[in-house]
């Protein structure tokens, strides 16, 4: 089972870009597909991101176009760039790693880093 930290979290303006990181270690990072979802109060928790282990990606409606989901295998580590940030992406921002068999929302995942848009 691979353990994954997440990293990059803060206080933006609107408008701003903040770029997360989640580190992986324990296993074959290049085989797992990895995903960012996000909780925000009061909500549950919500896909935000996907980049399988082929390299193919999946962005919910509310990020096209605004965020961007990357990986570098050499270094077992995950990102995503948010640009554009606005006070709706207010959330804690959590990593998921998991086999490609493995059902959806399985896995593992970091303890969150929290992410604040606000003037």
């Known amino acids: 089972q691979v353990q994954l930290v997440e990293s990059g979290g803060g206080l933006v303006q609107p408008g701003g870009s903040l770029r997360l990181s989640c580190a992986a270690s324990g296993s074959i990072f290049s085989l797992y597909n990895m995903a960012w979802y996000r909780q925000a109060p009061g909500n549950q928790r919500e896909l935000v991101a996907t980049?399988?282990?082929?390299?193919?990606?999946y962005y919910t409606d509310s990020v096209k176009g605004r965020f961007t989901i990357s990986r570098d295998n050499t270094k077992n580590t995950m990102y995503l760039q948010m640009n554009s940030l606005n006070p709706e992406d207010t959330a804690v921002y959590y990593c998921?790693?998991?086999?490609?068999?493995?059902?959806?929302?399985?896995?593992?995942w970091g303890q969150g880093t929290q992410v604040t848009v606000s003037s």
């Open positions: 980049l399988n282990s082929g390299g193919s990606t």
């Open positions: 998921n790693a998991r086999r490609p068999n493995w059902p959806v929302n399985s896995g593992s």
